[in-house]
């Protein structure tokens, strides 16, 4: 088992509506999420953090961490075409572990 | 966010060579720093951690004669490729901890070298 899944994707949906980007991982012990953005032929961008149960929203951006279940989402409301990219979920053990990255969900987002 | 900048942001180098590229951290002390290795449509691959003040740690099958990593100071980092081969082309991209974001890791912009 991958420490880190997400699906490959590539995820489509029409401007406007919502995107649901899904990760979950293997180590119960994780304690950091990361979300990251990563256009294509650029280095991935930070946009998201999330480290205690429940939903954390920024912008038209909600991170959604369920411990329990090993589970972490962002979900991208009002997508709009410059949303398209590769979403990277991230995870760490502690501060002090270094982070250990999913595959990446490709997002397009069809005007 | 932290910045973190990568210089050259791009390098032509003919097979033999070797490359050296920097990585700062411009904002804040990165006591951490890592190399990262992406060819197109693949994944993210960590090459190494560098630790100021000492030496690297590299990951499994990563050469340490091939892919020199220096992390002399808390804010700057050098990766130097050398006896560069055509394989050896990819896009080297760092990142820096950043202790008072919670450990958050902030990538630079990448560097793209071409070796031919």
């Known amino acids: 088992q991958k420490e880190v899944e997400q699906n490959s994707g590539p995820l489509s949906v029409p401007e406007g509506a919502i995107a649901s980007l899904n990760c979950t991982y293997s180590?119960?012990?994780?304690?950091?999420f990361f979300w990251y953005r990563q256009y294509s032929g650029k280095s991935p961008e930070l946009i998201m953090s999330?480290?205690?149960?429940g939903d954390k929203e920024d912008g038209r951006f909600t991170a959604q961490l369920n411990k329990a279940s090993q589970y972490v989402s962002l979900l991208i409301r009002d997508s709009q075409p410059s949303d398209s990219a590769t979403y990277l979920c991230?995870?760490?053990?502690?501060?002090?572990?270094?982070?250990?990255f999913g595959p990446g969900t490709s997002l397009s987002v069809i005007p | 966010g932290a910045v973190v900048s990568q210089h050259p942001s791009w390098v032509i180098c003919k097979s033999g060579t070797s490359v050296k590229i920097e990585c700062r951290s411009l904002?804040?002390?990165?006591?951490?720093m890592f190399w990262y290795r992406q060819f197109p449509k693949q994944s993210l691959m960590l090459m190494a951690t560098s630790n100021e003040g000492s030496k690297a740690t590299y990951e499994q099958g990563v050469e340490k004669d091939k892919f020199l990593i220096n992390h002399a100071s808390l804010t700057l980092s050098t990766l130097t490729v050398t006896s560069a081969h055509p394989e050896d082309s990819s896009f080297y991209i760092c990142?820096?901890?950043?202790?008072?974001?919670?450990?958050?890791?902030?990538f630079g912009p990448g560097t793209r070298l071409t070796v031919t």
């Open positions: 990142s820096a901890w950043n202790r008072d974001s919670l450990y958050e890791q902030y």
């Open positions: 999330i480290y205690s149960n």
């Open positions: 991230a995870v760490k053990k502690t501060s002090y572990d270094k982070v250990i």
């Open positions: 904002d804040f002390q990165a006591t951490t």
């Open positions: 180590d119960r012990g994780s304690q950091s």
